[in-house]
């Protein structure tokens, strides 16, 4: 298929606060999926995490703002924008916003371990591929996980990962970079006002 329309990378989160080890796997992933660009998908809220602790929307997109600076990522709270609370729905409404566009879901093996724990999580693997991106301490219970199970039969080899528009869906590759320890709870810990740091601009 002819490279005709834009090709991009989603990669959901909390980003509380956005750090190095975001813009390193998004970048790697840009070089490895062939990408025009990445878009950080700023939460509103993750229903799978509690509430406590969470800075709000406007300082965890003004750090995704500034740590995504001088890249080919575009972070955004497009989610609070159109009222999406659920992947599956923000997918849709992406697709049906930008229909010359070709997304595909990016998220860590941390997520796969769970993502059968997601709204209609067969569904999303229907809408777009996803790459799923190694994370040590996590590898052996995404691999053992019950939605690996399942993408089991539609797995890809990593080398054909600049292929990702050509393939039929349901489509899963897993990825490695070099990985970097920072973690969002360890600098929290270290530093429990950094979202005041951070003008309120949703701009």
Known sequence: MAHLTRRVGLLGGSFNPAHGGHRRITLAAIRALALDEAWWLVSPGNPLKPAAGMAP????????????????????????????????????????????????WLMGADNLAQFHRWRDWRGIARAVP??????????????????????R??????????????????ALVRLRFRLDPTSATSLRAADPDWAGRFPPDQN
């Open 153 to 170: 039969r539609y797995d890809r080899r990593p080398e054909q990962a600049r292929r990702w528009t050509t393939w039929r869906l349901p």
């Open 130 to 151: 996803i790459a799923v991106i190694a994370r040590p301490s996590y590898n052996r219970a995404s691999i053992a996980g019950p939605a690996m199970a399942w993408f």
């Open 57 to 104: 929307l406007a300082a965890r997109l003004a750090s995704a703002r500034a740590m995504a600076r001088h890249a080919p990522i575009r972070p955004t709270a497009i989610e609070a924008r159109l009222g999406t609370r659920y992947t599956i729905d923000t997918l849709r409404a992406l697709q049906r916003r930008y229909p010359h566009t070709r997304f595909i």
